[in-house]
């Protein structure tokens, strides 16, 4: 099996003068989850390279075995070094794509055509798409093909409102997750704040925050192995 894994390459939080990008522990935990599965792991973002680590996920308070695993491996730092750019991927080389969050996707990734387009692909080939906490607001412009919005009566799940209230940030991200999926007609729920929560309908996987990112990536096997 071979998934790809799309990063963000947005490094700075709104006007605040600080720093985001994506959260380690949601790349860090999936990626052993697909590595101990025999996966072929490829990680994308739109600029290629070296994407941004939103320095808090590497604070103490947020490390995690993943992490610290991630941190001290040498054949996964230099993948993601040199992530492939998300404009020459194609769905047609990979089973699945998961997509960690972080807050700096809100900027980017949700405004890419260039992601809107692989997700489209990917589910138009009938292929298993997940995302995990900020990640499911990269979902805003994805279209079925008949035109409606991807999220319209399926059910969903993303980083609530409560958790974004918690950390500060509801008046600094481009647009609240739980607001956007529930404006796009999602089928929108959610867990306890901060636990971990992951909701399928189809070939739709969503993961809450970053409690959420195994369970997504286990779902996602789970998933794969039914439809193989």
């Known amino acids: 099996m071979k998934v790809l894994m799309v990063l963000t ?7 605040t003068g600080r720093k985001t990008g994506f959260w380690l ?6 990626y052993y989850v697909f590595k101990e599965a025999g996966y072929q792991i490829t990680l994308a973002s739109p600029n290629g390279g070296q994407p941004p680590l939103d320095p808090k996920s590497n604070e103490p308070d947020f490390q995690t075995d993943a992490t610290r695993r991630f941190e001290a491996d040498a054949e996964a730092n230099k993948a993601l070094a040199n992530t492939v750019k998300l404009a020459e991927v194609s769905a047609e080389d990979f089973d699945t794509v998961f997509y960690p969050g972080g807050h700096g996707p809100l900027w980017d ?3 890419s055509k260039d992601s809107s387009g692989l997700i489209e692909s990917f589910i ?3 292929k298993h798409v997940a995302l995990v906490c900020h990640a499911p607001g990269v979902l805003r412009h994805v ?5 409606r919005a991807l999220v319209e009566g399926k059910k969903v799940t993303g980083f609530t409102n409560t958790e974004e209230a ?12 739980e607001d956007e999926l529930k404006a796009k007609g999602g089928v929108y729920s959610n867990g306890p704040d901060w636990a971990s929560y992951v909701v399928q309908d189809g070939l739709l996987i969503t993961g809450q925050n970053p409690a959420s990112s195994t369970s997504a990536a286990e779902r996602l096997i789970e998933a794969l192995k039914v439809s193989s």
């Open 9 to 15: 390459s947005h490094d700075q939080l709104g006007n």
């Open 25 to 30: 522990e949601e790349l860090a935990a999936p």
């Open 109 to 111: 990734l949700a405004e």
């Open 124 to 126: 138009a080939a009938n």
């Open 143 to 147: 279209k079925t093909a008949d035109g």
């Open 166 to 177: 918690a950390v500060g940030l509801t008046d600094v991200v481009p647009f609240l997750v």
